[in-house]
């Protein structure tokens, strides 16, 4: 992995990591709570791609949030980021909330992802199926909305609080700061009208869901395959919401098909 | 010293073990707990309450903007503020205030101030907060990472509409309007007074200190607690060259009178017990929204008034602790009358807010607190600080000027409000059952 700081437009500076000197280019748009430093599945995607995992604004060090207020802008933004990386276009993945944004990005732009993976993705609202609050949630009910197994390694590992209090203010910081930045897209209901626009993308698309997510529940894989035309849908077992940390092995090969494919 | 007669208007009625059984009483709190027809009765005591405070001499009348909330129930302070502006005649109306941000477009608040300030003669202080997280995110839905910069936009609009002479355009960033011009103007010029009633947030005292708007700590810690807050915002007065004008500062504190210290603890201790263990059950959840405090104010430290960690330092507080810790300043005239002046000279405080109904405080205690305190204290702490000219009260009609409502005629019709129940007989009956 390399970390890599990248000024666009004297507007943002994007700290971003990437993974693979090989094969064709895969954007990674992570979920509300960002990157972890614990994203082994990126890694192991870099074996066949070129992987860039930006951190969105707001997010680790990357600045220029205050230039991002919804989807629109932040689509627009990736699209200036590719620009800048010399990937006009790219295999686009994105995980909840940055599945909500990949399909945004594609829809604005159809040119714009080669082939389009939204794994547990945010985006759309039904009232039926009410998608838990999470920025209401106490930290102790995080872990059992994000988790198939709360018990699990990965689930202990990415759910873990600090305990020393300097390292728990920071900690509290960053997470404040990326939930404000998530509000601007999630808050209070996570639908800013891609159902409006999804006719538009073309890609073929790869849907991935964890089969108990119980933050963005399977059902809503649906809603998506109703308004993407060209659509497949992998479910995961024994996954939740965080379907790529908890099962990274199933996830790789579904993905690595779909793109390889 | 001015004295503002400040009301929350609790509901008096929740359960024995409603901190049990719910989570909050805020945002989600069961619909069936709130009885209507309880409701009908306690507002009107408590309109009777705050006419009365008018009648004793209290400065001003305050109410405020709460939403989801069995402890506020004044979605729309304004309601409350035109019902007194015909029914009192002494009394400034606080109303502290309308969380600007919440209003599309936000010249609402702008017109109906105006209306409140031409109804009353320029009786009208405008308060403008920010809201809590939970009325303005949990509740109205407004984005927490947004609302500051919205809410000043609003503050900016408001001012201008309230003082350009011509129909101006406004293109902000959350408002667009081709034609601002507002009808009616407001009576006090250039604009009735603004206080910037806050919680605690770092930037509110810059803000307050930028504009020369008064400041007022709503706070329910009492003014031991409060002092660090009072601190900061004085540090940054003082750090701005401002004058340190204690009448710059307002300050809630509950305050309790009885005809001795240990009849205040009889009569009253229960109903604090309903306000901190009951009223301000509020669950973690809802407490703060991610970037509704700033990364300042989080660093700052300052700790907010509900939520999880506030409501476990409470949690075996006894009246003696409420006391102690000054929570309550209570007791005989004579023990309030110490207390008070200490308590605002400590945080040399000019404005002070008393909340007099408290929790589950029934009528009758209601008018002994505020009669003690009018009579018996009121008139000792009325001389602090009269060496600084008080800026930010109104500046009204001259009383030869101002219109008094014509005799209405139901008096006769209907039973005085005095020999009809209050509300605790009927509703505490209605509990019983």
């Known amino acids: 992995m390399n970390t890599t700081q990248k000024i666009l437009g004297g507007k943002f500076s994007i700290e971003m990591q990437t993974f693979g000197s090989r ?34 604004p707001g997010y680790g060090e990357s600045t220029g949030n205050e230039h991002i207020d919804d989807v629109i802008d932040a689509a627009l933004f990736y699209h200036q980021l590719m620009d800048e990386l010399g990937i006009p276009s790219a295999h686009v993945v994105g995980h909840s909330m940055g599945g909500m944004l990949a399909a945004e990005l594609a829809a604005l732009d159809v040119h714009r992802a080669k082939k389009l993976v939204l794994v547990s993705s945010a985006g759309f609202w039904l ?14 009910e995080i872990a059992g909305l994000l988790f198939h197994d709360t018990k699990s390694a990965a689930a202990q590992m990415l759910a ?46 790869l849907l991935v869901w964890g089969e108990s997510d119980k933050l963005v529940p399977p059902i809503y894989a649906k809603e998506f395959s109703s308004r993407i035309r060209n659509c497949k849908l992998e479910i995961i077992k024994q996954a939740g919401h965080m379907v790529m940390y908890e099962q990274p092995a199933a996830f790789c090969k579904v993905v690595r098909d779909f793109l390889n494919g | 010293m ?43 005591d408590y309109l009777d309450q705050l006419e009365f405070a008018d009648q004793m001499g209290f400065d001003g009348l305050g109410v405020n903007e709460h939403h ?107 408002t667009k ?67 340190l004008n204690p009448y710059s500062m307002g300050f809630a504190q509950v305050v309790a009178v009885a005809e001795t210290d240990q009849q205040a603890e009889k009569d009253y201790a229960p109903h604090m017990d309903y306000f901190y263990n009951r009223c301000l059950h509020v669950y973690q959840g809802f407490a703060d929204a991610p970037g509704y405090r700033t990364v300042k104010t989080i660093q700052a430290g300052i700790l907010g008034q509900v939520g999880e960690r506030a409501s476990r330092i409470r949690q075996n507080l006894n009246w003696g602790d409420f006391v102690e810790q000054g929570y309550v300043i209570a007791g005989s005239p ?23 109904q408290i929790g589950s405080m029934p009528p009758e205690l209601v008018r002994k607190n505020t009669q003690l305190f009018a009579t018996e204290v009121m008139p000792h702490v009325r001389g602090l600080w009269s060496e600084y000219e008080d800026k930010w009260s109104p500046k009204r009609l001259p009383q030869a000027e101002i219109q008094m409502p014509a005799r209405v005629h139901f008096e006769t019709a209907e039973p005085s409000r005095a020999s009809r129940p209050a509300a605790g007989i009927t509703a505490e009956a209605r509990n019983a059952k």
């Open chain 2, 334 to 356: 004579k023990t309030v009358r110490e207390r008070l002046s200490e308590a605002m000279k400590h945080l040399h405080c000019g404005h002070l807010m008393l909340l007099m």
């Open chain 1, 23 to 56: 094969g064709e280019p895969l954007l990674f748009l992570h979920g509300a709570g960002g990157l972890t430093g614990m994203d082994g599945f990126l890694e192991e995607l870099g074996a066949d791609f070129r992987v860039y995992a930006p951190h969105l």
């Open chain 2, 2 to 44: 001015k004295f503002t007669w400040f009301h929350l208007m609790p509901y008096r009625f929740l359960p024995e073990d409603f901190k049990d059984k719910y989570r909050s009483v805020w945002v989600d709190i069961p619909r069936d707990l709130y009885d209507p027809k309880i409701g009908h009765q306690l507002y009107n």
């Open chain 1, 160 to 205: 873990a609080i600090p305990q020393d209090m300097k390292a728990l203010e920071v900690w509290y910081v960053e997470r404040v700061k990326r939930f404000a930045m998530a509000s601007k897209f999630l808050w209070p209901i996570p639908d800013r009208g891609l159902k409006k626009r999804a006719y538009r993308i073309s890609s073929p698309t």
């Open chain 2, 68 to 174: 989801q909330n069995a402890y506020g129930l004044m979605p729309s302070p304004n309601i409350m503020a035109a019902s007194l502006a015909r029914r009192t005649r002494n009394a400034n109306l606080v109303v502290l205030g309308n969380s600007i941000a919440l209003y599309n477009p936000p010249i609402r608040v702008a017109e109906e101030f105006a209306m409140l300030d031409v109804i009353s003669g320029g009786r009208l202080v405008a308060g403008f907060p920010v809201g809590t997280s939970m009325d303005t995110n949990f509740c109205y839905g407004e984005i927490p990472a947004t609302i500051r910069e919205k809410y000043y936009e609003a503050h900016d609009l408001i001012i201008k509409a309230w003082t350009e002479d011509k129909p101006f355009a406004w293109n902000g960033k959350y």
């Open chain 1, 127 to 140: 009232d039926a199926h009410p998608i838990p609050d999470l920025f209401a949630a106490q930290l102790n």
């Open chain 2, 177 to 243: 309007l081709r034609y601002v011009n507002l009808w009616p103007r407001p009576i006090q010029k250039p604009h009735p007074p603004i206080w910037i009633p806050g919680g605690g947030s770092v930037e509110t005292w810059d803000f307050c200190a930028d504009h020369a708007h008064q400041y007022s700590f709503l706070s329910y810690f009492g003014y031991l607690q409060g002092k660090k807050v009072a601190d900061g915002y004085w540090d940054v007065m003082s750090k701005k060259g401002k004058e």
